[in-house]
């Protein structure tokens, strides 16, 4: 599986930005996707989790309320969108399958993408 992140940029606090995760390969529609972001000097960090069918979701608390992620398996993207955007929701931000839901860390998550940088202004 290759993964291509997009939809990163430059937005204000408080705006919206959806970011996409294209893959290839056939076996996209049996994995569960997660989305994780690494900000500059810190550790790569759970962000939302979506199960293979798209019907399980998951988040962490620090984008609760505020992200949705979603899946179209037909296309082989998941999608994560990002309202309320806050300062520190800047980062690089990642997808990646994994056959565990839900994982929270990094370990079950089998391929990592280059990510797409995403940059909140206050």
């Known amino acids: 599986v290759q993964l291509q992140a997009s939809g990163g940029g430059l937005v204000q606090a408080g705006g919206s930005l959806r970011l996409s995760c294209a893959a290839s390969g056939r076996t996209f529609s049996t994995y569960h996707m997660g989305w994780f972001r690494q900000a500059p000097g810190k550790e790569r960090e759970f962000v939302a989790a979506?199960?293979?069918?798209?019907?399980?979701?998951y988040y962490a608390d620090s984008v609760k309320g505020r992200f949705t992620i979603s899946r179209d398996n037909a296309k082989n993207t998941v999608y994560l969108q990002m309202n309320s955007l806050k300062p520190e929701d800047t980062a690089i931000y990642y997808c990646?399958?994994?056959?565990?839901?839900?994982?929270?860390?990094?370990?079950?998550?089998?391929?990592w993408g280059q990510g797409t940088e995403l940059t909140v202004s206050s």
């Open positions: 990646a399958p994994t056959y565990t839901f839900v994982d929270v860390t990094t370990s079950s998550y089998v391929y």
């Open positions: 979506i199960n293979w069918s798209g019907d399980r979701t």
